[in-house]
């Protein structure tokens, strides 16, 4: 074997990972066993300030048994759980943005963070809210684990947006209603003016954008509130001609031909 003639068990590669990065991100269980037998630094960094941990969460993996596997070993092998890369994200952030539910609740169950903020002030509840994953029901059931740990519902990022402007603009419903459910401000206003409400009257097309809308007015969403543009979300949807979110604005009674002051 390699090790057995004197290969450095934590050689990088052009991106700093190593053997150990590798074998993570690809599930390779009892590889990863035989490098830190042999010395394999758990909590050593790639170019990207990630660990090995930061990597299972988007690795690929034949099940997501592998996955869940691989992490335990590393933190049972005392990698730092609340480890940030270089963008100051976790590897619960990282879970949380891909949807790998099961990996989250071992993160949390070895007490990862659920608060923890990245650069931009972001939480993993965040991450969630505008996340790549498949599963949608995975997603919602992250938001469901992270809101029950604690994680602050209204909590804003460096630029004040909260999950639910997130989720409205990202066309996550399911964790919008999720968001509402617990208490998050449907009026809330970013560092532009922007509610929830205008978030979603103004993105590019979007799942379920008309529903979201209607959840958000059902839920007393100023119709009329003003960006720091002076627009309204009325304003905006017809300017991006989403004119089934225009008719969601109109049945709920904005001043439909307000105009820029």
Known sequence: MLLEHGVDVNVQDK???????????????????????????????NDQGE????????????????????????????????????????????????????????????????NAENNQGETPLHLVSRGAYRSHKDGVSISRILLDRGVGVNAPTKGRDTPLHYASYFGRFEIARVLLDHGSNVNAENDQGETPLHL?????????????????V????????????????????????????????????????AEND
């Open 15 to 45: 991106g700093q990972n190593t053997p150990l990065h590798s074998a993570s991100y690809i599930g390779r269980l009892e590889v990863i066993e035989v490098l830190l037998e042999h010395g394999a630094k758990t909590n050593a960094e």
């Open 51 to 114: 660990t090995p941990l930061h990597l299972v969460p988007r690795g690929k993996y034949g099940s997501h048994g592998q996955g869940v596997d691989v992490a335990r070993t590393l933190l049972e092998r005392g990698v730092d759980v609340d480890s940030p890369n270089k963008d100051h994200n976790t590897p619960l952030h990282s879970a949380s943005f891909f949807g790998a539910l099961t990996i989250a609740s071992v993160l949390l169950g070895h007490g990862a963070n659920a």
């Open 200 to 216: 979603v009257s103004k993105n590019e097309p979007q799942e379920r954008g008309f529903d979201i809308a209607k959840l958000l």
């Open 218 to 257: 059902e839920h007393g969403a100023d119709t009329n509130a003003r960006d720091k543009d002076n627009r309204t979300p009325l304003q905006l949807a017809r300017y991006r001609r989403k004119l089934d979110i225009a008719s969601v604005l109109l049945d709920y009674g904005p001043k439909a031909y």
